[in-house]
């Protein structure tokens, strides 16, 4: 033994020191890993975001997005249902509406898009949770997720065109509702009018912490959502604010979210990680189209081992205390996860 190997194993604690403690001894094998490992992936921690488009025979790719389409109904439940042979938990559903006007009518019409398709995936795969989310930006012909005033979106106003939504996709079947617009008071809001109107065991998912965030660029052009002017800073939030972030995270909890949701998911990862340590509710994180389309580019230009850095991406996002992983991902890791057994 060199002489520095033996100072530093006799002036250290028994027990503490080099080279007797050795934590190379733990990696050794592939077996001897996965023994070991302390975060864990598997399919079901996956929600698998979807988007639903009128008509028939539609898959219309997503180009920013490779991999992902816009899909009419036919189309939908058979990916809905691939998923599902995959292990994914639960698919979240955005529409692409026939016609879009000032107050998003087609978010809450009982015959719409979303409607239709959270029945259809209902009555044909009935263990499959289905969760919504509920918005207005994707049915507004301004591209905002309220209604638009001359001084902004009206917040109020826009709650009860929210909970109408909510309400609409409970009716349809939805398991889970997925309240995205950022309005305050909308928990609160969709809670009660679920309960009223019968659905009181339709859960609610907030997008508590929901940054304004330049990832979502991709989902803008999937779900034809980008406002037609100005931008949602002055309702989605600051990402510079983390004490803001847990301010949005408790007032949510207070009003009666069931699951707790921070996003984007990777900018934001300590966020996860103090959502987790504050609350005891189940943690969502949603990893956005941004970081998608980023890694995807990243591996048709041959920089980067795909499916390695996805896995390594998701369980960094796991291990970080979600427990709930939205993702677009969700098939392919499901693939891979199967593969690596």
């Given at each position: 033994?060199?002489s520095?190997?033996?100072?530093?194993?006799?002036t250290a604690?028994?027990?503490?020191?080099?080279?007797?403690?050795?934590?190379?001894?733990l990696?050794?094998?592939?077996?001897?890993?996965?023994?070991v490992?302390?975060?864990?992936l598997?399919?079901a921690d996956?929600?698998?975001?979807?988007?639903?488009?009128?008509?028939r025979?539609?898959?219309?790719?997503i180009?920013?997005?490779?991999?992902?389409?816009?899909?009419?109904?036919?189309?939908l439940?058979?990916?809905?249902?691939?998923?599902?042979?995959?292990?994914v938990?639960?698919?979240?559903?955005?529409?692409i509406?026939?016609?879009?006007?000032?107050?998003?009518?087609?978010?809450?019409?009982?015959?719409?898009?979303?409607?239709?398709?959270?029945?259809a995936?209902?009555?044909?795969m009935?263990?499959?949770?289905?969760?919504?989310?509920?918005?207005?930006?994707?049915?507004?012909?301004?591209?905002?997720?309220?209604?638009?005033?001359?001084?902004?979106?009206?917040?109020?106003?826009?709650?009860?065109?929210?909970?109408?939504?909510?309400?609409?996709?409970?009716?349809?079947?939805?398991?889970?509702?997925?309240?995205s617009?950022?309005m305050?008071?909308q928990?609160?809001?969709?809670?009660?009018?679920?309960?009223?109107?019968?659905?009181?065991?339709?859960?609610?998912?907030a997008?508590?912490?929901?940054?304004?965030?330049a990832?979502y660029?991709?989902?803008?052009?999937?779900?034809?959502s980008?406002?037609?002017?100005?931008?949602?800073r002055?309702?989605?939030?600051?990402g510079?604010?983390?004490?803001?972030?847990?301010?949005e995270?408790?007032?949510?909890?207070?009003?009666?979210?069931?699951?707790?949701?921070?996003?984007?998911?990777?900018?934001y990862?300590?966020?996860?990680?103090?959502?987790?340590?504050?609350f005891?509710?189940?943690?969502?994180?949603y990893?956005?189209?941004?970081?998608?389309?980023?890694?995807?580019?990243a591996?048709?230009n041959?920089?980067?081992d795909e499916?390695?850095?996805?896995?390594?991406?998701?369980t960094?996002?796991?291990?970080?205390?979600?427990?709930?992983i939205?993702?677009?991902?969700?098939?392919?890791?499901?693939?891979?996860l199967r593969?690596?057994?």
């Amino acid at each position: 033994m060199s002489s520095l190997l033996r100072s530093s194993s006799e002036t250290a604690a028994p027990g503490a020191a080099f080279p007797r403690v050795r934590l190379r001894r733990l990696r050794r094998s592939p077996a001897m890993r996965r023994l070991v490992r302390e975060t864990t992936l598997n399919p079901a921690d996956f929600v698998y975001p979807l988007f639903v488009t009128h008509g028939r025979d539609v898959r219309l790719p997503i180009e920013p997005m490779p991999g992902q389409s816009q899909f009419s109904l036919d189309h939908l439940l058979a990916e809905a249902a691939e998923a599902a042979a995959l292990g994914v938990s639960a698919v979240l559903l955005f529409g692409i509406p026939e016609h879009k006007d000032a107050l998003g009518t087609e978010a809450y019409d009982p015959n719409g898009v979303i409607q239709e398709a959270v029945a259809a995936i209902k009555s044909a795969m009935p263990d499959l949770v289905v969760i919504t989310d509920v918005c207005l930006c994707e049915y507004t012909d301004h591209g905002h997720c309220g209604v638009l005033t001359d001084d902004g979106v009206d917040n109020d106003a826009t709650l009860e065109l929210l909970a109408r939504s909510a309400v609409s996709h409970a009716d349809a079947g939805a398991d889970v509702v997925a309240p995205s617009a950022m309005m305050d008071g909308q928990v609160a809001a969709i809670r009660r009018a679920l309960d009223d109107a019968g659905h009181q065991e339709t859960a609610v998912m907030a997008y508590a912490s929901k940054a304004a965030s330049a990832y979502y660029g991709p989902f803008r052009i999937a779900a034809e959502s980008a406002p037609r002017s100005g931008d949602r800073r002055a309702y989605q939030m600051d990402g510079a604010n983390a004490r803001e972030a847990l301010r949005e995270l408790e007032q949510d909890a207070a009003e009666g979210a069931d699951i707790l949701m921070v996003k984007p998911a990777l900018p934001y990862l300590d966020l996860v990680t103090r959502a987790r340590e504050a609350f005891a509710h189940p943690i969502a994180a949603y990893n956005v189209s941004g970081e998608y389309a980023m890694l995807k580019a990243a591996a048709a230009n041959g920089w980067i081992d795909e499916r390695a850095a996805m896995l390594e991406m998701l369980t960094g996002i796991k291990r970080a205390g979600a427990d709930i992983i939205i993702t677009y991902f969700a098939k392919d890791a499901a693939k891979a996860l199967r593969s690596a057994d």
